[in-house]
């Protein structure tokens, strides 16, 4: 049963992604035909999924979902803005009870009323219920009356004629997957099972059957109904472990019937394969492994070139052959981990109407891009550091509704979170047209907390005091709310993103609004590095935290203080640190200053080294044992020359 919920939820996700894009769709455009019949088949599997579990309620909710969109799809009522709205909320709750189900195994208190709530809206005089204004019939409450057509032609096949509908309550039918033999299914007996069976009917799936000749033996070609006298519960009960291959209704008259399930479409054969997270790891580690084993061959054809220059020669050219199938293989792995961004960013849109419901402000969130796809690791770890961005956007970037319409602005809000390939990562843009963060604030705030001196402070740019909202501890919130204001944040969020290799910048103009984008790798496979002296010493540096180098004449440094030093570059000073000093070796000496300059930290930072040597791509394995007393080391990666690397940890160095 475990198993089977770990499935439930993992497609049960799926579906509700599937879902959200669709209504994204159908907003812009009511009458896409193809958006609302995909809207409808991820409503209808997610019904027969949810009757798997004890989700009474979910069910319910969802047959009212299904229900009104069918009569979208049969034009008998519209779809209009506030039927689109009834079903997105249907969404957002059945993937609220999904998330309950994986952490408690049942739903939420007040489940019940909380299905009844969503039906009525449903339901409502102007989308599926009752009447119309005049008095007439609405056409939705005409459709529930209405049969399928395969029930109604069910009652006229001549294998059910002895039986008499008196005694017959419960009508099946049953489309079995094209592939179910090869799952050690039994379409017959599984139909067979059905409590108290009155008749069946095996049927051709494509209308009629086809040629002997043209059969595929294992291939399942048939569609089987049936009539039971049992009840309807007791029916689905027997096809609970394919709920969306069967469709089943109870018999009665014709303005009696409830309309039932919609019959499946016949699935073609899946080519997916889901694979533990675990393998897919110890895969990328073992190709970490084998790209460093191959990298010892070099030095060693370099050593025997002076004893035999031929073999030297053979040796070359296998580790060049050797090499050019590693890196295919590791490019091939570092694409099967590559996951769609859509279970991430699918939650986003939901949280963001709740935290925007809790605050009394009306926000219209847009996603764009959410198809993207990224390393596994990037995707597990990116939810979190949006969910702050997002949050922070609702609470203190979007202003109440009367104070934007006194602003001259629309009441409404605006958040909008685009994706987009970019180089070789991807780039996510959170935008909002809110009240924008003001520097002067800024400055004020850090005085106050004591982060920084008023010296200090009055030196920051604008655009460097905007980079305060990174420091940890800073909020610039009156009072703490359910949302933000906790001094947790932002720093949370930077440190995220450094821990996935990405940057993260933002923008922001007073009254018109704030833009974070964050850049991450799309491959976390391998990192580039830079290799720096400093202090005698070889050390990596990841390449993505620096800006730029520079060569300078070391009498441009000068002193600030009693320890501080700083240069100019590009008529802005920036602080120049030397890393030897960081570390407690000698530090740098000579005419000539070589400089890495980062943004890591508060301001852009110039950092001193002894050399600049070699770039390359390299497996970075984490610090472990002796490894983890050392302050400032992410990690160790090895050289193409075969030594053993040491990779810094900008982040804590500089902190």
Known sequence: ??????????????????????????????????????????????????????????????????????????????????????????????????????????????????????????????????????????????????????????????????????QAQTAFRYTPD?????????????????????????????????????????????????????????????????????????????????LPDVGPQPKDPSSMLRVEASRLDRLASQIGELTVAIRTLRPIADRLRALDPLLAAELSAADDEIGRVAAEVQRSVARVRQVSLEPVLRRLPRLAREAAANLGKPVRFILEGETARVDKEVADQLFEPLLHIVRNAVDHGIEPASERTAHGKPPEGKIHLSV??????????????????????????????????????????????????????????????????????MDAVKAAVEKLAGTIAVESEVGQGTHIALRLPANALTTPLVVVGAGGQQLGIRLDQIVETARISASAIHPLGQKAQACVLREETVPVLDLASLLGFEPASGGIARLLITDIGPCRTALRVDSLDERFDGVVRRADGLLTALPAIAGTAMMTDGRILLVLDLPELMA
């Open 1 to 166: 049963m475990d198993e089977l919920l770990e499935q439930f939820i993992l497609e049960g996700r799926d579906l509700v992604a599937d879902a959200h894009s669709v209504l994204v769709a159908l907003s812009r455009d009511p009458q896409n035909r193809t958006a609302l019949d995909s809207l409808f088949r991820s409503v209808h599997t997610l019904k027969g999924s949810v009757a798997l579990f004890e989700m009474a309620p979910a069910e319910e909710m969802l047959h009212a979902a299904e229900t009104r969109l069918e009569a979208a799809r049969r034009r008998d009522a519209l779809l209009d803005e506030r039927a689109l709205d009834a079903v997105l909320a249907v969404i957002d709750q059945t993937d609220r009870w999904i998330d309950a189900m994986q952490m408690t195994g049942s739903l939420s208190e007040g489940a019940e009323a909380q299905a009844d709530r969503l039906i009525a809206m449903l339901l409502a005089d102007d989308g599926a219920g009752g009447t119309e204004a005049d008095g007439r019939p609405h056409p939705m409450a005409a459709l529930v009356t209405q049969e399928a057509d395969w029930l109604v032609a069910l009652r006229s096949r001549p294998e059910f004629s002895p039986v008499g509908l008196q």
């Open 178 to 258: 094209a592939d179910c033999f090869f799952r050690g299914e039994d379409p017959l007996a599984i139909s067979a099972a059905v409590p108290d069976l009155l008749a069946l009917a095996v049927l051709p799936a494509a209308g009629e059957w086809p040629a002997i000749a043209s059969c595929e033996p294992f291939r399942c070609i048939s569609v089987i109904e049936g009539i039971s006298g049992g009840d309807e519960a007791a029916v689905r009960a027997a096809f609970r472990l394919m709920p969306d291959q069967a469709a089943v209704a109870p018999l009665g008259s014709v303005l009696e019937a409830p």
């Open 420 to 489: 987009r390939p970019e180089g070789n990562g991807i780039k996510i843009m959170i935008a909002d047209d809110g009240r924008g963060i003001d520097a002067r604030a800024l400055r004020e705030t850090a005085i106050a907390k004591r982060l920084m001196n008023s010296d200090a402070a009055a030196a920051l740019s604008d655009a460097e005091a905007l980079q305060l909202i990174f420091l940890p501890g800073f909020s610039t919130a009156e009072r703490a709310t359910s949302l933000s204001g906790r001094g947790v944040g």
